[in-house]
């Protein structure tokens, strides 16, 4: 079982690329405007990814003006 949970409320995501520019290898911006987690599976409006190392996610995260990105470390939420 991976050690992260990455998750990607799309229904709150403004598009604004920051997480792209900030973690280009994990995030781009789709053709909606929208930002897609690559290589993720859908969960309704959500998109979601577990890893093992967080790479630069966090730092995506931490930059998304309006909290968008969820992160949770064994089943316990980090951001």
């Known amino acids: ?3 992260y949970r990455v998750t990607l ?3 709150e995501c403004i598009g ?3 997480c792209e520019a ?3 290898e994990h995030w781009e911006l789709g053709e909606d405007g929208k ?3 690559k ?3 859908e ?3 959500k998109q979601v990814k577990e890893m093992e190392d967080l790479e630069c996610n966090l730092d995506a995260a931490e930059v998304c003006p309006v909290n968008c990105i ?3 470390e064994n089943d316990e939420k980090i951001i």
């Open 35 to 37: 930002t897609n987690l």
């Open 43 to 45: 969960e309704g409006n």
């Open 16 to 18: 604004c690329g920051t």
């Open 70 to 72: 969820h992160i949770e």
């Open 22 to 24: 900030t973690c280009p």
């Open 1 to 3: 079982m991976a050690k």
């Open 9 to 11: 409320d799309r229904d």
């Open 39 to 41: 290589n993720s599976r």
